[in-house]
C-alpha cells in the first residue's frame, strides 16, 4: 500500500466488497419481493456505482462486465423484463463473479473467462430487441427517482363542518399523513362552540400539521385528494435543506444597537424584561387565539429541532480505520488497565489521601477509556447472518429441499474478534440443520409439517455473554441412533445409561456422524468437533435441545468480548486465580464441619439447597496444606449451581486476558492468564472445563 | 557443517551443573534474574510456569529438568534466558531457567564438530554440534528441536 494508486485500489476493493455483499441482499430480498422497486433500484444503483468507481481506477474489466448487469436492470426498474427466479440466479452469479476479477485483480486466483462470457451472454439474451436499445444505451437512461432530503411542510386541514355526513373521517386522513413521515399534530379548537349550541354531526376543529418527510409536495397534497374541494388545504414548505442555508438570520436589532454603542446592554435588558413575548402580546390583544400561537410555536420548535438534528447527522459520519489499528489500541488499553491496577494498589498500601484520589481518578478514567475501546470494537452480528442466507438458498437448492431462513436480534453487538471467528462454525451448524435435519419436501407432507422448512437465527444479549441460537423444524437427533454410533465407535460403553443431554453432547466429538450416507455438504464427521474446538477457543459453550420429529435448537453462549473481562480474584496456596464474574453467584464460607459432616461427599446445604462442589486445590493437585476455613465460590454453569473451592477471596478484578501461548495450549481448565497489580501472574480458570475435568475423573474412580 | 567458507557465528554459553551449553545468539532476546514464576497446575514438573515479561505472559522451562538432571536450588546466578524459538511453524518467545550464563563468544563454522552418536547423555537430536573452548567441549543446542512442541505435548499429556 506504498504508492497513492494503491490507495485507491484498495479503497475502490472496500467499496466494492461493501456494495457486492449488500448486492447480494438485496437480490435475496428482492427474491422474496420481486415487485419491490426500491430493491430493484438497490441492485442497480450498486452495479452502477461498481461499474463507475471500477472504470476510474482502471478495473475495465470489471466495469465491463458490470455494464452489462447494469443495462439488464435498468430495463427491470422500467418494467420492461420481469424478475424472475432465472435473473435472481444469473445475477447472483455475476455477483460471484465480480468478487472472483475483484481478487483477481488483488493477486488472487485468476478469474475463470469461460463462465464470465457465459453470464454475460445470459445477460445479453435477457435484453429484448437488443439492437433497438443498442444506440441509446444505459448511458441515456433517465435519471433515477433519486429520494428527495427530508423536508419540513406545514399542513393546515380545516375540513368543511359537514364532513361527517360525506362519511369521511378526518381522523384517517390524519393518520394516513402520519405514514408519510414525522408528524406533529396540533387541534385547532377555537370554532367548538358551547354545548347548547353544539351540532354533533358537524365537524368544528381543524388541524395543523408540521410533517417532515422524504416524499413530495405532491404525495402529502395526495392525502387530501378527495375532500380538496370541501375543505381548506393548503401546504408550505417551511423547511428545506437547499434552502436552510439561506443567511437569513441576521442579528436582532437590539444586539446591533449595543454593538454600535447606541445603548448600553443593561438598557437593552430592562427593555427586554418589560417585553412580552410576541404571542402572549398578540393572544392579549385579542387578535390570534391562543391555541393558533401554541400551533406556531410547535412549528418554531420542529424546526429547530430538525435544523440541529441535520447538523449533527452531518457531523456523525464515519471513520474507516483497519482493524489492526483498533487491536493496538485495545492492547494499550490492556496494558493501561494492569499499570491502574498496580497504582490503585500501591495507593491502597500507602494510605496517603492525594496519591489515592489521583488513583481513583485514573480508575474511573480507564474504566470509561476501556469501555469505550471495546465499543469501538463491537458489531451487530447481522453482517454474519445475511452471509448465512446466500448458503441456505444456496444448499437448499442443491438439496431439492425448500428452507427458509428467518432471523432476529441481528443488531445484537459482539466483538469483531469474536463475529470473525464464529463464521466457520456457524456455517457447519446451518449445513448441518439443512442437511441432516430438515427433511425432504415429501417426507414433510408425510408427517403433516409444512413443506417449507424453516432456520431461525437468533441473537441476543444475556448478560456479559451473547446467546445466539440456531433451530430448524427438521427432523430432530435421534437418541437411539447417537447412542448406537457411540457404541459402535467405541465412545460409550453398550450398558451405559446416558441421559438425553450427553447423548446430544456425543456429536461433537471427533469422527462422530449420524447421516446414513455422505454427502457433499456434510457427513463426514468432520465439523461438529470443530464447531466445538471453535467454540471452546472463544471461551463459549455450546448447549443443544432436541425433539425427535419436532426439530433441534442449537444454543452458542459466547463472551461479549475477548480482551477484558470482569473477573473474581481468588487465592489457592501460593498462587493467585482468577473466575470469570459473569458466572459466579455468591461466595459462602466452608468449615471444617460443614466437610465432616457430609461424611467425605463434595456436597454443601446452602440455605436448604444441595450444591456439589469441586476442590480446586486437589483438582490441580496444589501442595500445601488445606486451610481450616475455606470459601466457596457458587458459579451457575449450564443452569447448574456448582461450587468451587479455594482457600480465600481476595474480589473483584479488571481481568485482561493474555493467551498462554502454544506452549500450554494443551493445559486443562484454563482459558488464559492476566497480570495482577504486583506484576506476578495468575491464571484464568475455564470453568466450564474444570466441571468437565471433574465429572472425568469421578467417572474413572468409579469405573 | 561442511566448513567450505569459514563463518562466524556468535553464540551465547549458560551452565547446567558441570557442563556447558551455547545457543546461537540470534535466538536470545535477553537474558532475566530469577523472578517469581506462576506454576500452571497439572503441567510437566520440568514446566515451571509463566511469568510476566513486560506485559506478555512468557512460559519459563526448567533446562535441568528438561535434560533429565536434578533440580538445583536457585543461586544468584540463576537466570532465565528469553529466547525465540520456532513451534509449530509459529515463533514463540519462551524463557530457560539455566544456573548461569557465561559469554558470548564467536565460533567459526570449521570449529564445530558433529555430535558424537555415542558417549553423551543428551539426545543427539538436541545438538547442533561440539565446540571447544579451552579445553572444555561445549555442548552447541539445536534450540528448536529441544522445545520442539511435539515433544512438550508429549509429555504434558503424560502429566496429566
Same mark, same amino acid.
Given at each position: /500500500?506504498?504508492?497513492?494508486?494503491? /490507495?485507491?485500489?484498495?479503497?475502490?476493493?472496500?467499496?466494492?466488497?461493501?456494495?457486492?455483499?449488500?448486492?447480494?441482499?438485496?437480490?435475496? #430480498?428482492?427474491?422474496?419481493?420481486?415487485?419491490?422497486?426500491?430493491?430493484?433500484?438497490?441492485?442497480?444503483?450498486?452495479?452502477?456505482?461498481?461499474?463507475?468507481?471500477?472504470? /476510474?481506477?482502471?478495473?475495465?474489466?470489471?466495469?465491463?462486465?458490470?455494464?452489462?448487469?447494469?443495462?439488464?436492470?435498468?430495463?427491470?426498474?422500467?418494467?420492461?423484463? +420481469?424478475?424472475?427466479?432465472?435473473?435472481?440466479?444469473?445475477? %447472483?452469479?455475476?455477483?460471484?463473479?465480480?468478487?472472483? /476479477?475483484?481478487?483477481?485483480?488483488?493477486?488472487?486466483?485468476?478469474?475463470?473467462?469461460?463462465?464470465?462470457?457465459? $453470464?454475460?451472454?445470459?445477460?445479453?439474451?435477457?435484453?429484448?430487441?437488443?439492437?433497438?436499445?443498442?444506440?441509446?444505451?444505459?448511458? #441515456?437512461?433517465?435519471?433515477?427517482?433519486?429520494?428527495? #432530503? +427530508?423536508?419540513?411542510?406545514?399542513?393546515?386541514?380545516?375540513?368543511?363542518?359537514?364532513?361527517?355526513?360525506?362519511?369521511?373521517?378526518?381522523?384517517?386522513?390524519?393518520?394516513?399523513?402520519?405514514?408519510?413521515?414525522?408528524?406533529?399534530?396540533?387541534?385547532?379548537?377555537?370554532?367548538?362552540?358551547?354545548?347548547?349550541?353544539?351540532?354533533?354531526?358537524?365537524?368544528?376543529? &381543524?388541524?395543523?400539521?408540521?410533517?417532515?418527510?422524504?416524499?413530495?409536495?405532491?404525495?402529502?397534497?395526495?392525502?387530501?385528494?378527495?375532500?380538496?374541494?370541501?375543505?381548506?388545504?393548503?401546504?408550505?414548505?417551511?423547511?428545506?435543506?437547499?434552502?436552510?442555508?439561506?443567511? *437569513?438570520?441576521?442579528?436582532?436589532?437590539?444586539?446591533?444597537?449595543?454593538?454600535?454603542?447606541?445603548?448600553?446592554?443593561?438598557?437593552?435588558?430592562?427593555?427586554?424584561?418589560?417585553?412580552?413575548?410576541?404571542?402572549?402580546?398578540?393572544?392579549?390583544?385579542?387578535?390570534?387565539?391562543?391555541?393558533?400561537?401554541?400551533?406556531?410555536?410547535?412549528?418554531?420548535?420542529?424546526?429547530?429541532? $430538525?435544523? *440541529?438534528?441535520?447538523?449533527?447527522?452531518?457531523?456523525? !459520519?464515519?471513520?474507516?480505520?483497519?482493524?489492526?489499528?483498533?487491536?493496538?489500541?485495545?492492547?494499550?488499553?490492556?496494558?493501561?488497565?494492569?499499570?491502574?491496577?498496580?497504582?490503585?494498589?500501591?495507593?491502597?498500601?500507602?494510605?496517603?489521601?492525594?496519591?489515592?484520589?489521583?488513583?481513583? #481518578?485514573?480508575?474511573?478514567?480507564?474504566?470509561?477509556?476501556?469501555?469505550?475501546?471495546?465499543?469501538?470494537?463491537?458489531?451487530?452480528?447481522?453482517?454474519?447472518? !445475511?452471509?448465512?442466507?446466500?448458503?441456505?438458498?444456496?444448499?437448499?437448492?442443491?438439496?431439492?429441499?425448500?428452507?427458509?431462513?428467518?432471523?432476529?436480534?441481528?443488531?445484537?453487538?459482539?466483538?469483531?474478534?469474536? $463475529?470473525?471467528? %464464529?463464521?466457520?462454525?456457524?456455517?457447519?451448524?446451518?449445513?448441518?440443520?439443512?442437511?441432516?435435519?430438515?427433511?425432504?419436501?415429501?417426507?414433510?407432507?408425510?408427517?403433516?409439517? +409444512?413443506?417449507?422448512?424453516?432456520?431461525?437465527? *437468533?441473537?441476543?444479549?444475556?448478560?456479559?455473554?451473547?446467546?445466539?441460537?440456531?433451530?430448524?423444524?427438521?427432523?430432530?437427533?435421534?437418541?437411539?441412533?447417537?447412542?448406537?454410533?457411540?457404541?459402535?465407535?467405541?465412545?460409550?460403553?453398550?450398558?451405559?445409561?446416558?441421559?438425553?443431554?450427553?447423548?446430544? &453432547?456425543?456429536?461433537?466429538?471427533?469422527?462422530?456422524?449420524?447421516?446414513?450416507?455422505?454427502? !457433499?455438504?456434510?457427513?463426514?464427521?468432520?465439523?461438529?468437533?470443530?464447531?466445538?474446538?471453535?467454540?471452546?477457543?472463544?471461551?463459549?459453550?455450546?448447549?443443544?435441545?432436541?425433539?425427535?420429529?419436532?426439530?433441534?435448537?442449537?444454543?452458542?453462549?459466547? +463472551?461479549?468480548?475477548?480482551?477484558?473481562?470482569?473477573?473474581?480474584?481468588?487465592?489457592?496456596?501460593?498462587?493467585?486465580?482468577?473466575?470469570?464474574?459473569?458466572?459466579?453467584?455468591?461466595?459462602?464460607?466452608?468449615?471444617?464441619?460443614?466437610?465432616?459432616?457430609?461424611?467425605?461427599?463434595?456436597?454443601?446445604?446452602?440455605?436448604?439447597?444441595?450444591?456439589?462442589?469441586?476442590?480446586?486445590?486437589?483438582?490441580?493437585?496444589?501442595?500445601?496444606?488445606?486451610?481450616? %476455613?475455606?470459601?466457596?465460590?457458587?458459579?451457575?454453569?449450564?443452569?447448574?449451581?456448582?461450587?468451587?473451592?479455594?482457600?480465600?477471596?481476595?474480589?473483584?478484578?479488571?481481568?485482561?486476558?493474555?493467551?498462554?501461548?502454544?506452549?500450554?495450549?494443551?493445559?486443562?481448565?484454563?482459558?488464559?492468564?492476566?497480570?495482577?497489580?504486583?506484576?506476578?501472574?495468575?491464571?484464568?480458570?475455564?470453568?466450564?472445563?474444570?466441571?468437565?475435568?471433574?465429572?472425568?475423573?469421578?467417572?474413572?474412580?468409579?469405573? | 557443517?561442511?566448513?567450505?567458507?569459514?563463518?562466524?557465528?556468535?553464540?551465547?554459553?549458560?551452565?547446567?551443573?558441570?557442563?556447558?551449553?551455547?545457543?546461537?545468539?540470534? =535466538?536470545?532476546?535477553?537474558?532475566?534474574?530469577?523472578? =517469581?514464576?506462576? =506454576?500452571?497446575?497439572?503441567?510437566?514438573?520440568?514446566?515451571?510456569?509463566?511469568?510476566?515479561?513486560?506485559?506478555?505472559?512468557?512460559?519459563?522451562?526448567?533446562?535441568?529438568? =528438561?535434560?533429565?538432571?536434578?533440580?538445583?536450588?536457585?543461586?544468584?546466578?540463576?537466570?532465565?534466558?528469553?529466547?525465540?524459538?520456532?513451534?509449530?511453524?509459529?515463533?514463540?518467545?519462551?524463557?530457560?531457567?539455566?544456573?548461569?550464563?557465561?559469554?558470548?563468544?564467536?565460533?567459526?563454522?570449521?570449529?564445530?564438530?558433529?555430535?558424537?552418536?555415542?558417549?553423551?547423555?543428551?539426545?543427539?537430536?538436541?545438538?547442533?554440534?561440539?565446540?571447544?573452548?579451552?579445553?572444555?567441549?561445549?555442548?552447541?543446542?539445536?534450540?528448536?528441536?529441544?522445545?520442539?512442541?511435539?515433544?512438550?505435548?508429549?509429555?504434558?499429556?503424560?502429566?496429566?
Amino acid at each position: /500500500m506504498s504508492t497513492p494508486d494503491d /490507495m485507491h485500489k484498495q479503497a475502490f476493493r472496500e467499496e466494492a466488497s461493501e456494495l457486492l455483499s449488500e448486492l447480494e441482499n438485496s437480490l435475496l #430480498e428482492l427474491e422474496e419481493n420481486p415487485e419491490n422497486e426500491d430493491l430493484i433500484g438497490r441492485v442497480f444503483r450498486a452495479m452502477h456505482t461498481i461499474k463507475g468507481s471500477g472504470a /476510474m481506477f482502471g478495473f475495465d474489466e470489471i466495469s465491463h462486465f458490470t455494464h452489462n448487469v447494469e443495462t439488464v436492470f435498468d430495463l427491470v426498474r422500467s418494467g420492461e423484463i +420481469p424478475v424472475t427466479k432465472d435473473l435472481i440466479d444469473l445475477t %447472483l452469479k455475476a455477483r460471484d463473479q465480480i468478487t472472483t /476479477m475483484m481478487e483477481a485483480e488483488m493477486g488472487g486466483d485468476p478469474p475463470d473467462r469461460e463462465l464470465g462470457e457465459k $453470464i454475460i451472454a445470459g445477460f445479453v439474451a435477457l435484453i429484448p430487441s437488443n439492437e433497438s436499445k443498442a444506440q441509446s444505451g444505459p448511458a #441515456e437512461k433517465k435519471p433515477e427517482p433519486e429520494k428527495l #432530503e +427530508p423536508r419540513t411542510y406545514r399542513v393546515r386541514f380545516v375540513p368543511n363542518r359537514d364532513i361527517f355526513k360525506s362519511g369521511t373521517n378526518p381522523v384517517y386522513l390524519l393518520d394516513e399523513l402520519k405514514e408519510l413521515g414525522d408528524c406533529k399534530v396540533l387541534a385547532s379548537l377555537k370554532d367548538i362552540p358551547v354545548l347548547s349550541q353544539f351540532d354533533p354531526e358537524a365537524c368544528y376543529t &381543524g388541524w395543523d400539521v408540521i410533517i417532515t418527510t422524504d416524499k413530495d409536495i405532491n404525495d402529502i397534497k395526495d392525502v387530501f385528494i378527495f375532500v380538496e374541494d370541501s375543505c381548506e388545504v393548503s401546504v408550505k414548505v417551511i423547511d428545506d435543506p437547499v434552502l436552510m442555508e439561506s443567511p *437569513s438570520k441576521y442579528k436582532k436589532i437590539g444586539e446591533i444597537l449595543v454593538e454600535r454603542g447606541d445603548i448600553k446592554p443593561e438598557t437593552l435588558q430592562t427593555v427586554l424584561e418589560e417585553q412580552k413575548p410576541i404571542g402572549e402580546m398578540l393572544v392579549s390583544k385579542g387578535l390570534v387565539t391562543k391555541d393558533r400561537v401554541e400551533s406556531a410555536l410547535e412549528e418554531q420548535k420542529t424546526v429547530k429541532e $430538525i435544523r *440541529s438534528k441535520r447538523q449533527t447527522d452531518d457531523s456523525a !459520519s464515519t471513520v474507516r480505520v483497519p482493524a489492526e489499528r483498533l487491536d493496538k489500541l485495545v492492547n494499550l488499553v490492556g496494558e493501561l488497565v494492569i499499570v491502574q491496577a498496580r497504582l490503585s494498589q500501591t495507593s491502597s498500601v500507602k494510605n496517603e489521601p492525594i496519591l489515592s484520589s489521583i488513583a481513583e #481518578e485514573i480508575e474511573h478514567l480507564t474504566r470509561e477509556l476501556q469501555d469505550s475501546t471495546l465499543s469501538i470494537r463491537m458489531l451487530p452480528i447481522g453482517s454474519t447472518f !445475511s452471509r448465512f442466507k446466500r448458503l441456505v438458498r444456496d444448499l437448499s437448492a442443491e438439496l431439492g429441499k425448500d428452507i427458509e431462513m428467518t432471523t432476529d436480534g441481528a443488531d445484537t453487538e459482539l466483538d469483531k474478534t469474536v $463475529i470473525d471467528k %464464529l463464521n466457520d462454525p456457524m456455517v457447519h451448524l446451518i449445513r448441518n440443520s439443512i442437511d441432516h435435519g430438515i427433511e425432504p419436501p415429501d417426507v414433510r407432507k408425510a408427517v403433516g409439517k +409444512p413443506d417449507k422448512g424453516t432456520v431461525h437465527l *437468533s441473537a441476543a444479549h444475556s448478560g456479559a455473554n451473547v446467546l445466539i441460537t440456531i433451530k430448524d423444524d427438521g427432523a430432530g437427533l435421534n437418541p437411539r441412533s447417537i447412542k448406537l454410533k457411540a457404541i459402535e465407535r467405541g465412545l460409550i460403553s453398550p450398558d451405559a445409561d446416558l441421559p438425553e443431554k450427553e447423548l446430544f &453432547g456425543l456429536i461433537f466429538q471427533a469422527g462422530f456422524s449420524t447421516a446414513e450416507k455422505v454427502t !457433499s455438504v456434510s457427513g463426514r464427521g468432520v465439523g461438529m468437533d470443530v464447531v466445538r474446538k471453535c467454540i471452546d477457543s472463544l471461551q463459549g459453550s455450546i448447549d443443544i435441545n432436541s425433539k425427535e420429529g419436532e426439530g433441534t435448537i442449537i444454543t452458542l453462549k459466547l +463472551p461479549l468480548t475477548l480482551a477484558i473481562i470482569e473477573g473474581l480474584l481468588v487465592n489457592i496456596g501460593d498462587e493467585s486465580y482468577v473466575l470469570p464474574l459473569s458466572a459466579v453467584e455468591e461466595c459462602v464460607e466452608l468449615s471444617k464441619k460443614e466437610v465432616d459432616a457430609a461424611h467425605g461427599r463434595h456436597i454443601i446445604n446452602i440455605r436448604g439447597e444441595i450444591v456439589p462442589y469441586i476442590r480446586l486445590r486437589d483438582l490441580f493437585r496444589i501442595k500445601g496444606e488445606r486451610k481450616a %476455613l475455606e470459601q466457596i465460590v457458587i458459579a451457575r454453569i449450564n443452569g447448574e449451581r456448582i461450587g468451587f473451592v479455594v482457600d480465600s477471596v481476595i474480589g473483584q478484578h479488571q481481568t485482561v486476558i493474555k493467551n498462554l501461548g502454544v506452549v500450554y495450549r494443551k493445559a486443562k481448565g484454563l482459558s488464559g492468564a492476566t497480570i495482577l497489580g504486583d506484576g506476578s501472574v495468575a491464571l484464568i480458570l475455564d470453568i466450564q472445563q474444570i466441571v468437565d475435568m471433574a465429572r472425568d475423573k469421578e467417572v474413572t474412580t468409579v469405573a | 557443517m561442511a566448513a567450505t567458507t569459514s563463518e562466524t557465528r556468535q553464540y551465547l554459553t549458560f551452565t547446567l551443573g558441570e557442563e556447558l551449553f551455547a545457543v546461537e545468539i540470534t =535466538k536470545v532476546r535477553e537474558v532475566l534474574d530469577y523472578t =517469581k514464576i506462576t =506454576k500452571v497446575p497439572q503441567t510437566p514438573e520440568f514446566m515451571l510456569g509463566v511469568i510476566n515479561l513486560r506485559g506478555n505472559v512468557v512460559p519459563v522451562v526448567d533446562m535441568r529438568l =528438561k535434560f533429565g538432571l536434578s533440580q538445583n536450588d536457585r543461586t544468584v546466578n540463576t537466570c532465565i534466558v528469553i529466547m525465540e524459538i520456532s513451534m509449530e511453524n509459529e515463533m514463540t518467545v519462551l524463557g530457560a531457567l539455566v544456573d548461569a550464563v557465561q559469554e558470548v563468544f564467536e565460533l567459526e563454522s570449521g570449529q564445530i564438530e558433529p555430535p558424537p552418536k555415542i558417549g553423551t547423555w543428551l539426545k543427539t537430536e538436541f545438538m547442533l554440534g561440539m565446540g571447544k573452548r579451552d579445553d572444555q567441549f561445549i555442548i552447541i543446542l539445536d534450540i528448536d528441536k529441544v522445545f520442539s512442541y511435539t515433544e512438550l505435548a508429549a509429555i504434558a499429556a503424560i502429566g496429566s
